[in-house]
């Protein structure tokens, strides 16, 4: 994750000013877009995602808020509140909101949105809102009617009835469904102008929040029901504000902000692809030149040295007198498809004319997945067309790829580099630690891979601490069940080095459609043992089934090699379904997990064709509220962020940040590497076309 300073830096230093105004929409307080302290009706653009700070007297909030739809968003929130009431106690907080778009903004009506804030938390920051929200021309008027904190200034008769506001469940962190749009309800509004100064908007609003935290008392002095503020946009990454709160305080705002739709950098720089040149109708089409080896060892020969700077390794090929058969390696190029267009274009110019039909595989992670059947008269007939992308893909056929392919006459790689390995600072970026909410430590890692074949290999990881490795204490057990994860802290400190992994490592396929996997060793910083996989996976169809099997033993934290006595067997069944509609996946597992409780766990992720993901888990097991501790349940939210969007060259490299996620004893798995789903993922039907726009760049 040493890359996650360089996006944050690049963000920071874009220079593309924002021109829409939906670009201009501010973020509030809370991180999600609204005016100072109030929400708007008014969405982002689909996909942004924004990193905001904000900051006033005892109070600090960071957050993360995701246009997961063009109508509908989350945030994930870290709250920080010293000094409450008369005993000076603190409050941390993490909290999720949810808000949805019921009509969009047209040229008389205006946009309406319902929103939940804290629906999960301890609703002492918990509210309810149905607001609305209309432009006129520089103008931005927004209007709305609260519950919760929103009600709390101002408030009178619940507009549906129900006055009563019940506490909240204890203990926290499950949905307060019982507590929505109950209690006293209270009118808000505010305004938003946009002076004529590119990027810059000064903002008013009347609250209807008193800032009374449920028992605990006011976190600020409240001397108004009016707030005032300065909201500036120097570029499309960076959002400014400093505001009077309430006439009392004064609070300041930082908001980063990026779109997985816009890169930060050039997508259109490094190798050109080769130029695709159609044959003569004259050219001899005899193939007499397939039964010499030295004509196949020489065209393999010229392939090598054609791809190679795009990265593509050719890992099997056969020649015939009309076919080409390759098997390749893309170990830069992010998108897929984008490799196969450069490895058809490379066939195209290295082939003789009476090759007609290119097959070019791709294995990933030494694994075959797809086949892509490629006529090469099909190729110089699109390239350079208006509608080359749409036809290329109308007449490539994608099946399901063999193991191997078979036959005395199958050049294959030889093991010439079998050892790799990488050294790389990474930064655990923490917007969610409860002693230091933002916080960014130093961390060295050292991999190394020794390949003995395609689908075998041994596997090394060490880390070294640069900066931080402070987390010397252990968090008492939560409840009955065994310590699997609630004492992870003493797995990241304590000694110079590491050894976060040291495994053997098979990966197969059993028939075209069906994966396997058998990883064996240390597994983890907390555990080792033997982890078994299986995957049905066609390529054409949206829908995989696996099952997970794995004998794991707890690992000892004062020596590198040693074990505990605990030991666990954990075993799952999972459904995976690309619901081909705008990236949506979803992800069901269910079975046993490290402490021997029985549940599932659901994921929904929103994937772009970049390689952006950004995914929500929630994880329910036997294990009760209680005995679970703090958070009542597992759930989390990870962003993966690929490297080649900020950067002007490609790379296969991501960052992941894992978001709100607790170490808890209840719901817990083992973080087995290289799990087949992710391996093959990117190379099925559905990912392909939702990329294929790449395939002749």
Same mark, same amino acid.
Do not use: C
């Given at each position: 994750?040493?890359?996650?300073?360089?996006?944050?830096?690049?963000?920071? #230093?874009?220079?593309?000013?924002?021109?829409?105004?939906?670009?201009?929409?501010?973020?509030?307080?809370?991180?999600?877009?609204?005016?100072?302290?109030?929400?708007?009706?008014?969405?982002?653009?689909?996909?942004?995602?924004?990193?905001?700070?904000?900051?006033?007297?005892? $109070?600090?909030?960071?957050?993360?808020?995701?246009?997961?739809?063009?109508?509908?968003?989350?945030?994930?929130?870290? #709250?920080?509140?010293?000094?409450?009431?008369?005993?000076?106690?603190?409050?941390?907080?993490?909290? =999720?909101?949810?808000?949805?778009?019921?009509?969009?903004?047209?040229?008389?009506?205006?946009?309406?949105?319902?929103?939940?804030?804290?629906?999960?938390?301890?609703?002492?920051?918990?509210?309810?809102?149905?607001?609305?929200?209309?432009?006129?021309?520089?103008?931005?008027?927004?209007?709305?009617?609260?519950?919760?904190?929103?009600?709390?200034?101002?408030?009178?008769?619940?507009?549906?009835?129900?006055?009563?506001?019940?506490?909240?469940?204890?203990?926290?962190?499950?949905?307060?469904?019982?507590?929505?749009?109950?209690?006293?309800?209270?009118?808000?509004?505010? +305004?938003?102008?946009?002076?004529? +100064?590119?990027?810059?908007?000064?903002?008013?609003?009347?609250?209807?929040?008193?800032?009374?935290?449920? /028992?605990?008392?006011?976190?600020?002095?409240?001397?108004?029901?009016?707030?005032?503020?300065?909201?500036?946009?120097?570029?499309?990454?960076?959002?400014?504000?400093?505001?009077?709160?309430?006439?009392?305080?004064?609070?300041?705002?930082?908001?980063?902000?990026?779109?997985?739709?816009?890169?930060?950098?050039?997508?259109?720089?490094? $190798?050109?692809?080769?130029?695709?040149?159609?044959?003569?109708?004259?050219?001899?089409?005899?193939?007499?030149?397939?039964?010499?080896?030295?004509?196949?060892?020489?065209?393999?020969?010229?392939?090598?040295?054609?791809?190679?700077?795009?990265?593509? *390794?050719?890992?099997?090929?056969?020649?015939?007198?009309?076919?080409?058969?390759?098997?390749?390696?893309?170990?830069?190029?992010?998108?897929?498809?984008?490799?196969?267009?450069?490895?058809?274009?490379?066939?195209?110019?290295?082939?003789?004319?009476?090759?007609?039909?290119?097959?070019? $595989?791709?294995?990933?992670?030494?694994?075959?997945?797809?086949?892509?059947?490629?006529?090469?008269?099909?190729?110089?007939?699109?390239?350079?067309?208006?509608?080359?992308?749409?036809? #290329?893909?109308?007449?490539?056929?994608?099946?399901?790829?063999?193991?191997?392919?078979?036959?005395?006459?199958?050049?294959?790689?030889?093991?010439?580099?079998? &050892?790799?390995?990488?050294?790389?600072?990474?930064?655990?970026?923490?917007?969610?630690?409860?002693?230091?909410?933002?916080?960014?430590?130093?961390?060295?890692?050292?991999?190394?891979?020794?390949?003995?074949?395609?689908? &075998?290999?041994?596997?090394?990881?060490?880390?070294?601490?640069?900066?931080?490795?402070? /987390?010397?204490?252990?968090?008492?057990?939560?409840?009955?069940?065994?310590?699997?994860?609630?004492?992870?802290?003493? =797995?990241?400190?304590?000694?110079?080095?590491?050894?976060?992994?040291?495994?053997?490592?098979? *990966?197969?396929?059993?028939?075209?459609?069906?994966?396997?996997?058998?990883?064996?060793?240390?597994?983890?910083?907390?555990?080792?043992?033997?982890?078994?996989?299986?995957?049905?996976?066609?390529?054409?169809?949206?829908?995989?089934?696996?099952?997970?099997?794995?004998?794991?033993?707890?690992?000892?934290?004062?020596?590198?090699?040693? &074990?505990?006595?605990?030991?666990?067997?954990?075993?799952?069944?999972?459904?995976?379904?690309?619901?081909?509609?705008?990236?949506?996946?979803?992800?069901?597992?269910?079975?046993? =997990?490290?402490?021997?409780?029985?549940?599932?766990?659901?994921?929904?992720?929103?994937?772009?064709?970049?390689?952006?993901?950004?995914?929500? =888990?929630?994880?329910?097991?036997?294990?009760?509220?209680?005995?679970?501790?703090?958070?009542?349940?597992?759930?989390?939210?990870?962003?993966?962020?690929?490297?080649?969007?900020?950067?002007?060259?490609?790379?296969?490299?991501?960052?992941?940040?894992?978001?709100?996620?607790?170490?808890?004893?209840?719901?817990?798995?083992?973080?087995?590497?290289?799990?087949?789903?992710?391996?093959?993922?990117?190379?099925?039907?559905?990912?392909?076309?939702?990329?294929?726009?790449? &395939?002749?760049?």
């Amino acid at each position: 994750m040493g890359a996650t300073r360089l996006f944050l830096a690049g963000l920071v #230093s874009g220079s593309a000013l924002a021109t829409s105004a939906q670009d201009l929409v501010p973020y509030n307080l809370y991180g999600n877009p609204g005016l100072i302290d109030l929400p708007s009706a008014q969405m982002q653009r689909d996909g942004q995602l924004a990193v905001s700070f904000a900051g006033f007297e005892n $109070t600090f909030r960071s957050g993360i808020n995701f246009q997961i739809l063009p109508q509908i968003s989350g945030t994930v929130r870290y #709250s920080d509140v010293s000094g409450l009431g008369v005993s000076g106690i603190d409050r941390e907080d993490r909290s =999720y909101d949810l808000r949805f778009q019921l009509l969009e903004e047209g040229r008389y009506a205006p946009s309406i949105a319902l929103g939940l804030r804290d629906l999960l938390g301890t609703s002492a920051d918990g509210a309810e809102y149905l607001v609305a929200t209309k432009t006129l021309g520089p103008v931005t008027v927004t209007g709305g009617l609260g519950w919760g904190r929103l009600g709390s200034a101002g408030g009178a008769d619940n507009l549906f009835g129900a006055d009563t506001r019940p506490a909240t469940t204890d203990p926290d962190g499950r949905p307060q469904d019982q507590a929505w749009f109950r209690g006293d309800n209270a009118p808000f509004a505010g +305004v938003v102008w946009r002076l004529p +100064v590119q990027g810059l908007s000064v903002l008013a609003e009347y609250s209807s929040d008193d800032y009374t935290l449920a /028992q605990e008392g006011r976190s600020l002095s409240r001397d108004s029901d009016f707030n005032f503020g300065v909201h500036y946009q120097p570029n499309e990454y960076v959002r400014l504000g400093l505001y009077s709160l309430y006439g009392s305080e004064v609070a300041a705002k930082l908001t980063i902000t990026g779109n997985p739709r816009n890169a930060l950098t050039p997508q259109d720089l490094g $190798t050109a692809p080769t130029p695709l040149i159609a044959r003569p109708d004259d050219a001899p089409r005899n193939t007499g030149w397939a039964k010499s080896t030295a004509n196949r060892d020489a065209l393999v020969g010229a392939l090598q040295q054609v791809l190679a700077p795009d990265g593509i *390794v050719l890992d099997e090929v056969r020649l015939s007198g009309t076919v080409a058969e390759i098997y390749i390696v893309n170990r830069n190029i992010l998108r897929e498809p984008k490799a196969l267009g450069r490895t058809a274009r490379a066939l195209a110019a290295a082939m003789p004319p009476s090759v007609e039909t290119f097959r070019i $595989t791709l294995v990933t992670s030494g694994l075959p997945t797809t086949t892509a059947t490629i006529e090469r008269s099909n190729l110089e007939a699109q390239v350079n067309t208006g509608d080359a992308s749409l036809r #290329s893909w109308q007449t490539t056929n994608l099946t399901d790829a063999a193991g191997t392919l078979v036959g005395e006459d199958v050049w294959r790689r030889d093991m010439e580099a079998p &050892f790799s390995w990488s050294l790389n600072p990474t930064i655990p970026f923490s917007l969610f630690d409860d002693d230091e909410p933002v916080r960014a430590d130093a961390l060295l890692s050292l991999t190394g891979r020794y390949r003995i074949s395609r689908g &075998f290999s041994l596997n090394a990881g060490v880390s070294r601490w640069i900066i931080g490795n402070d /987390q010397e204490t252990v968090a008492d057990a939560p409840g009955p069940l065994d310590q699997v994860r609630s004492d992870s802290k003493l =797995y990241f400190s304590g000694r110079d080095v590491e050894l976060d992994r040291l495994t053997a490592d098979a *990966v197969f396929k059993l028939s075209p459609q069906i994966y396997a996997r058998a990883t064996a060793g240390y597994l983890e910083r907390m555990y080792g043992g033997l982890s078994t996989e299986i995957l049905w996976a066609p390529t054409a169809r949206p829908l995989a089934l696996g099952a997970e099997v794995n004998l794991a033993r707890k690992r000892a934290f004062d020596e590198t090699f040693g &074990f505990t006595d605990l030991e666990a067997t954990t075993a799952f069944a999972s459904v995976y379904w690309d619901t081909g509609f705008r990236g949506i996946e979803a992800q069901l597992d269910a079975g046993q =997990y490290l402490a021997g409780d029985l549940g599932a766990t659901v994921t929904l992720s929103r994937r772009f064709a970049n390689g952006w993901d950004v995914s929500a =888990y929630v994880t329910r097991t036997d294990v009760s509220a209680e005995d679970f501790g703090d958070g009542s349940f597992a759930k989390g939210v990870t962003i993966s962020l690929p490297l080649r969007w900020g950067l002007p060259f490609e790379t296969k490299s991501k960052v992941s940040l894992d978001l709100g996620a607790i170490s808890r004893d209840g719901g817990a798995r083992l973080r087995v590497p290289g799990r087949l789903y992710d391996r093959v993922r990117d190379t099925d039907r559905t990912s392909l076309r939702q990329s294929w726009s790449s &395939f002749w760049q």
